[in-house]
């Protein structure tokens, strides 16, 4: 079973339109952890960068411009896809793991595409494993207590320690996630084991 838990930085929401800037990553096979990865890269000269994406992740377009070049990092990425995956064996993928997982996979799908690069599929299961589902679900109890469901409220909500200064950080925000993705776990299992041992069921 290989997990690798991701998240994206971008200029912005749409995929078509906008650009990824940032692409941070963990690697786990048999829920060990392997290997970790972090790409910052300039978009594509076509990408529309959005300021208010970039206040968000706190650094200038002038900055983002000096990154590495999108098929650099497209080269690094496949290089450690590889190593895990067998892009020609269809039983052979990744889980990808994130917190709001479907945005993340729709930019980076349209990103393997602007690298001319059209197997996105060949190295990732579908549908993604999203954090914020599983979480929504082990804390459906409690919803009501809990002011948004953001990743950052979501981690603080279940006593996990967040560092503000490195939200929006690709591979900070990719180890929150598999830290939630942990904890949900856990309260989904006890759940499941509480109503194997109810002798009324």
Same mark, same amino acid.
Not at 15 to 34: F, Q, R, S, T, W
Not at 88 to 103: I, L, M, P, S
Not at 137 to 148: F, G, H, S, V
């Given at each position: 079973?290989?997990?690798? /838990?991701?998240?994206?930085? &971008?200029?912005? &929401?749409? !995929? @078509?339109?906008?650009?990824?800037?940032?692409?941070?990553?963990l690697v786990e096979v048999n829920d060990k952890a392997v290997e970790e990865f972090s790409f910052k890269m300039r978009p /594509? !000269?076509?990408?529309?960068?959005?300021?208010?994406?970039?206040?968000?992740?706190?650094?200038?377009?002038?900055?983002?411009?000096?990154?590495? !070049?999108? +098929?650099?990092?497209?080269?690094?990425?496949? #290089?450690?896809?590889?190593?895990?995956? *067998?892009?020609? #064996? @269809? &039983?052979?993928?990744?889980?990808?793991?994130?917190?709001?997982?479907? /945005?993340?996979?729709?930019?980076?799908?349209?990103?393997?595409?602007?690298?001319?690069? @059209?197997?996105?599929?060949?190295?990732?299961?579908?549908?993604?494993? *999203?954090?914020?589902?599983?979480?929504?679900?082990? %804390?459906?109890?409690?919803?009501?207590?809990?002011?948004?469901? &953001?990743? +950052?409220? +979501?981690?603080?909500? %279940?006593?996990?320690?967040?560092?503000?200064?490195?939200?929006?950080?690709?591979?900070? *925000?990719?180890?929150?996630?598999? $830290?939630? /993705?942990?904890?949900?776990?856990?309260?989904? $299992?006890d759940e499941v084991i509480a109503a194997l041992e109810d002798t009324s069921l």
């Amino acid at each position: 079973m290989k997990h690798i /838990f991701i998240d994206t930085e &971008t200029t912005g &929401t749409d !995929p @078509k339109k906008h650009g990824v800037i940032e692409v941070a990553g963990l690697v786990e096979v048999n829920d060990k952890a392997v290997e970790e990865f972090s790409f910052k890269m300039r978009p /594509f !000269p076509d990408d529309v960068i959005d300021r208010e994406a970039m206040k968000i992740h706190g650094v200038t377009e002038e900055e983002v411009r000096q990154w590495l !070049p999108p +098929v650099k990092v497209h080269e690094g990425l496949i #290089e450690i896809l590889t190593r895990y995956v *067998d892009r020609y #064996e @269809k &039983t052979d993928k990744f889980h990808w793991v994130g917190y709001n997982a479907y /945005f993340d996979v729709d930019m980076m799908r349209e990103w393997f595409k602007k690298n001319n690069d @059209k197997y996105f599929g060949a190295w990732f299961f579908h549908p993604p494993i *999203d954090v914020m589902i599983l979480a929504a679900y082990a %804390l459906r109890m409690e919803r009501q207590r809990i002011p948004n469901f &953001t990743q +950052v409220t +979501v981690a603080e909500h %279940l006593g996990i320690t967040i560092d503000k200064e490195k939200v929006h950080r690709a591979l900070y *925000d990719a180890k929150v996630a598999k $830290a939630i /993705f942990r904890q949900a776990e856990r309260r989904i $299992a006890d759940e499941v084991i509480a109503a194997l041992e109810d002798t009324s069921l």
